[in-house]
């Protein structure tokens, strides 16, 4: 038989699994949207942890949280950044589109286990994960962590493999001469190299597109707060946190100039989606003529 703990807030009383470390808003979003099987994948999730980790220490460099706190948060999101504890995050994608559930559940699971390694209540999900922070910037500047270490550390390193072989394919099959094809019908005579150097320069153009799109990856939400005014915040928490982020992912993440746009507008996720769409029409045509 499960055993059950009591979380109390504005809303009232809920239950939670003793054995769990979310609180009552992690477990609400379980209760209220029971719809689909597609949780929040473990890159978001670690993409968070970073997120909060920075966001602590710029917190400590304007002396909102103290060091302790500081200490045990980064601690914590070090843990989750390995993906250790991810069957604590399991809420569904279906939520609300400001994300504040997944931006809860990851509050909520680093002060719980912050206060388990502090033996004493130390963190506080709102006052001190979250402090200057909004699920309305924190969950846009995740996702954005999360686009450019997927790319650049996944991707990118594929693609270059792919020219590379390429590359050592024309040089294998210079002087070998065969029939071009258009309209499905025989054309003119080419070199086989020509044919993939083509391919080659498909795959470098679209790393080019991808790469071009991530300048506006790059720039982050953070210090935007609730609705881009940046209140409860103080000033210049944004450079603090992406100058953090920056050396610890070696990715040149800088303030969105413009807060309000960058809570209200999806426009460079939507830009890297269509230069990952490119790429992918140029493998399938690539395919295609192999085929």
């Known amino acids: 038989m499960n055993k059950y703990r009591i979380e109390e807030d504005c809303l009232g009383q809920v239950q939670v699994e003793a054995d769990k470390y979310w609180k009552s808003q992690t ?18 999730i670690v993409s968070f942890a970073i997120l909060k980790s920075a966001c602590a220490k ?16 980064i601690k914590v999101c070090k843990e989750i950044e390995e993906k250790k504890h991810m069957d604590q995050f399991p809420l569904k994608v279906w939520q609300t589109g400001s994300g504040t559930q997944t931006n809860m559940n ?60 390429f590359k050592k394919l024309e040089e294998e099959n210079k002087g070998i001469i065969k029939i071009g094809r258009t309209h499905l019908q025989d054309a003119t005579p080419l070199y086989f190299s020509q044919e993939l150097s083509g391919y080659r320069s498909m795959i470098e153009h679209s790393k080019d597109q991808i790469l071009n ?41 800088r303030p969105d100039p413009n807060k309000f746009h960058a809570l209200t507008s999806k426009d460079a996720c ?14 399938m045509k690539i395919a295609n003529d192999i085929r």
């Open 27 to 44: 477990q609400r979003s379980i209760e209220n949207f029971k719809i689909g099987y597609e949780t929040m994948p473990q890159s978001i």
């Open 58 to 73: 710029a917190n400590l460099y304007f002396n909102k949280i103290t060091q302790e706190q500081c200490d045990y948060i």
């Open 106 to 165: 990851v509050n909520e699971v680093i002060s719980m286990m912050a206060n388990e390694k502090a033996e004493k209540k130390l963190c506080h999900p709102n006052d001190t994960v979250n402090c200057s922070q909004s699920s309305n910037d924190t969950f846009p500047a995740a996702l954005h962590i999360m686009i450019a270490k997927k790319i650049l550390e996944d991707l990118i390193p594929e693609l270059d493999e792919i020219i590379k072989t």
């Open 213 to 253: 799109s991530l300048n506006y990856i790059y720039e982050l939400a953070c210090g935007a707060t609730a609705v881009g005014s940046g209140i409860n915040c103080p000033k210049g928490f944004d450079e603090i946190v992406c100058s953090i982020l920056q050396e610890h992912t070696n990715i040149p993440f």
């Open 270 to 283: 939507v830009l890297v989606s269509g230069a990952l769409k490119a790429l992918a029409a140029n493998c």
